[in-house]
């Protein structure tokens, strides 16, 4: 299998969850899988109503055959009232117990900003620290000394994992590529090698998270990224090239045609044979709250952003994370392969 499939949770009940339809029909939900989306109704046009009293954040989506739209993402205890132009959708819902809301303006103030400089950080990389704070993590700033250091410390059931944060900026020809998207609405085409500024931030993280474990022990170690200008460079496919390999298609001579796809090794980037010092790569994700797909500088009208961390376990790992450890503080984790697994308790 080549992409990464979700680690599922264990339903979370005693919740309230009620939509009220155009014709004033309800349905209320009491319990719903954590990080899943699951079907609610049929979308009808008209007015519609949402009350997530829950205290749990709750995204709204309208999926039909070939196409979706975010509708909005709920806070605890919120209600939302919207008009749907049109039939032939499903209201869909997914329960995000570790996502949490940031306001954007407040971010770019001096305050902010002063203390992200206090910590010797950026401001996305202090917004990641206040989310892991937010999410119930005993997140700590290592400070810098002698030896080269990861940014963080995390506690987890098993002990104490190294957490080294990269973040992804525009190079020279993504700066160029913004600007002529900004003045004329295209871009001259690249070729972009999936995987290579991933495998870049790993293979720096590598001897930061080395040194560290040499010191204190050997266990589970962790790359965090963060892409805050949209960049894809920490989608699903990049992170499969950087811990499974490659994907690479065997193609007929005759006509063409797709006859096999396998992962393959690329020893100049980061195969997974040298990835076995990261237990998982955890991606920061952000999206503003009123539904849009990504959050970009033209997207700066937005006031509130949800943020939400995602955990993509390395397969080959020598000292893995177990999914149990995670799931304490819910954050949606994907693993690589075919490994069937099994459910797994939130806040446990």
């Given at each position: ?21 155009p ?17 609610l ?9 949402i009350?997530n ?35 032939h959708?499903?209201?869909?819902a ?5 996502a949490q ?9 001096d ?7 206090t ?8 917004l ?16 810098e ?7 963080f ?9 190294p ?13 160029i ?6 003045s ?54 990049q992170?499969?090239?950087v ?7 065997r193609i007929a ?8 796809a ?10 997974y ?13 952000f999206w ?9 500088e ?7 952003i949800?943020?939400d961390?995602?955990?993509y376990?390395?397969?080959?790992a ?19 392969g075919s490994t ?9």
């Amino acid at each position: 299998m080549f992409d990464p499939t979700p680690i599922p949770y264990e339903p979370v009940s005693g919740l309230d969850i009620a939509a009220i339809s155009p014709a004033g029909t309800l349905r209320r939900v009491r319990s719903l899988a954590p990080n899943h989306r699951t079907e609610l109704l049929d979308l009808q046009q008209g007015d519609w109503a949402i009350y997530n009293d829950s205290p749990f954040m709750l995204r709204l989506e309208a999926w039909s055959a070939s196409h979706f739209s975010d509708i909005r993402t709920l806070r605890p205890s919120e209600f939302w009232s919207f008009n749907w132009p049109g039939n032939h959708y499903k209201l869909m819902a997914t329960l995000l117990i570790s996502a949490q809301v940031f306001n954007l303006p407040l971010i770019d103030t001096d305050t902010f900003q002063q203390r992200a400089r206090t910590l010797k950080l950026t401001k996305w990389e202090y917004l990641f620290y206040q989310y892991m704070i937010a999410a119930r993590t005993s997140c700590r700033r290592i400070p810098e000394e002698e030896f080269r250091t990861p940014d963080f410390e995390v506690v987890l059931p098993k002990g104490v994992v190294p957490v080294e944060l990269k973040e992804f900026s525009r190079n020279e020809q993504e700066r160029i590529d913004a600007r002529l998207l900004s003045s004329q609405a295209y871009t001259e085409g690249v070729t972009v090698e999936i995987g290579q500024r991933l495998a870049k931030a790993a293979n720096s993280a590598r001897s930061q998270l080395r040194s560290y474990l040499q010191r204190h022990g050997y266990g589970p170690a962790i790359l965090a990224v963060i892409d805050p200008c949209g960049l894809h460079h920490a989608d699903p496919d990049q992170i499969g090239a950087v811990l499974e390999g490659h994907m690479t298609l065997r193609i007929a001579k005759r006509d063409g045609s797709v006859v096999g796809a396998f992962r393959e090794e690329n020893r100049h980037r980061a195969p997974y044979d040298r990835n076995e010092i990261l237990s998982a790569i955890a991606v920061l994700s952000f999206w503003p709250r009123e539904g849009s797909a990504s959050l970009t500088e033209t997207q700066a009208k937005h006031e509130e952003i949800v943020v939400d961390l995602l955990v993509y376990h390395n397969a080959h790992a020598n000292h893995p994370v177990p999914p149990s450890a995670i799931a304490r503080f819910g954050f949606p984790q994907f693993a690589f392969g075919s490994t069937v697994h099994s459910a797994v308790q939130a806040f446990v």
